[in-house]
């Protein structure tokens, strides 16, 4: 099992840039399929990008363009960047982990086995 903590959210205005962090601990993530979701007040969980364990990406259409998600082996950490926010990106941001060895991209919340608690992303029109 693998613990995640996330870090680096915060209060924006639109237009603005974040960037999240999240930290892994227990075992190495270097080649884990790996994931972004989100998830607004009264909506359900929701994906935002996922990295394959081969290194691949791939983002909902909500937010290519404007996201870049990336994966550091040496600090055992990913990251989410978030360029351009928007008040509609306003969410709770969750990292996820998989311990399939799969390597094909995986964008459903039941492919994942360990969640971080969240960090709370708010962007203000």
């Known amino acids: 099992q693998v613990q995640l903590v996330e870090s680096g959210g915060g209060l924006v205005q639109a237009g603005d840039s974040l960037r999240l962090s999240c930290a892994a601990s227990?075992?190495?993530?270097?080649?884990?399929?790996l994931a972004w979701f989100r998830q607004a007040p009264g909506k359900m969980r929701e994906f935002v990008a996922a990295?394959?364990?081969?290194?691949?990406?791939y983002y909902a259409d909500s937010v290519k363009g404007r996201f870049t998600a990336s994966r550091d082996k040496d600090k055992n950490t990913m990251y989410l960047l978030m360029n351009n926010l928007k008040p509609d990106d306003t969410a709770v941001y969750y990292c996820?982990?998989?311990?399939?060895?799969?390597?094909?991209?995986?964008?459903?919340?039941?492919?994942?086995?360990?969640w971080g608690q969240g960090t709370q992303v708010t962007v203000s029109s």
């Open positions: 227990g075992r190495t993530i270097s080649d884990s399929p």
């Open positions: 990295i394959s364990a081969l290194g691949g990406t």
């Open positions: 996820a982990a998989s311990n399939s060895r799969r390597t094909i991209i995986l964008i459903t919340p039941d492919t994942y086995d360990d």
